[in-house]
């Protein structure tokens, strides 16, 4: 071929389509381990929260380094979590992780003058950080609620809304949203929508 002119069509090399070598599998052992787990933790308490929190954080995560994006409509779907829901246990978990790292800078820096020759001894401060890290976070929630509910003057109630997509892209517009939203603004918005939607029956 001549310098300077324009290959042919069947000249030109064949573009490769982009590939995923060397990204590496999600782990789905552990992954069913983590799901195993989530489905045995009960109750609304926020240790209950953080625990639920941290193994979803892990799916994602998995998920995520695999650049699998099946979190949020399988493994959700398949543990039957509403995706806000899972969203916000997971920031809940990332918030107590954050009050954890302070604390621990805390402690490394007092070891640095008062160093722990004993293993044991500084597991069980590094644990004992951990713990405080959690309490504090939990306190926190705790006096927010409490300063709500006197400033509502009564209880606020929850009460769950299944909602039906017609096919994963309109479920994924709502999800991006969604997610922006205020929970105060999401109550109100459902809360609107159905009052004023005329009766069916």
Do not use: C
């Amino acid at each position: 071929m001549a310098a300077g002119t324009v290959p042919k069509p069947e000249e030109q090399p064949l573009k490769k389509p982009p590939q995923s070598v060397g990204l590496p599998k999600p782990d789905e052992r552990q992954i069913r381990i983590w799901k195993d787990e989530l489905r045995v933790l009960k109750g609304r308490d926020r240790r209950t929260r953080y625990e639920m929190g941290k193994r979803l954080a892990a799916i994602q995560s998995e998920r995520a380094k695999a650049k699998v994006g099946t979190f949020t409509t399988i493994d959700l779907r398949e543990l039957k979590i509403p995706i806000h829901t899972a969203y916000r246990l997971i920031n809940f978990y990332k918030r107590i992780q954050l009050k954890i790292e302070a604390n621990l800078l805390q402690f490394a820096k007092a070891q640095e003058k008062f160093p722990v020759e004993d293993v044991e001894d500084w597991e069980k401060d590094t644990a004992d950080a951990e713990v405080d890290a959690l309490n504090k976070v939990i306190d926190e929630e705790a006096a927010r609620i409490d300063e709500m509910k006197k400033k509502s003057g009564n209880y606020a109630h929850d009460y769950r809304v299944s909602i039906h997509f017609a096919n994963l892209k309109q479920l994924e517009r709502f999800k991006k949203k969604w997610l922006t939203m205020e929970e105060a603004t999401r109550s109100h918005v459902v809360y609107k929508a159905v009052m004023s939607a005329k009766n069916a029956n």
